[in-house]
């Protein structure tokens, strides 16, 4: 958990599950495959989530699965809006 990934290249994906634009999820990949995360800015915040990465000298790819009770109570249902940065 919480690795420092400044010196890699990386992917950010922050998830604001209720829209208030104001509080998220934050998720961070390096092309390594190793992560940090964070709720509303606190690093403690330490979900299960899963991550699988590859590479070659020219890109890279993720594939991140976060489990829905980390991120909300429910499941969204059909109609419902999360904002994603």
């Not at 994906?13 to 940090?36: H, I, K, P, S």
């Amino acid at each position: 958990y919480d690795e420092d990934l400044r010196r890699y290249d990386r992917v950010t994906l922050r998830l604001d599950t209720d829209r208030d634009y104001a509080t998220w999820y934050e998720f961070q990949v390096d092309q390594r495959g190793c992560t940090e995360e964070s709720c509303w800015g606190d690093a403690l915040w330490n979900p299960k989530w899963f991550v699988a990465a590859d590479g070659e000298a020219t890109h890279w790819r993720i594939e991140i699965a976060i489990p829905w009770q980390d991120l909300a109570s429910k499941a969204p249902a059909a109609g419902t809006a999360w904002a994603l940065g």
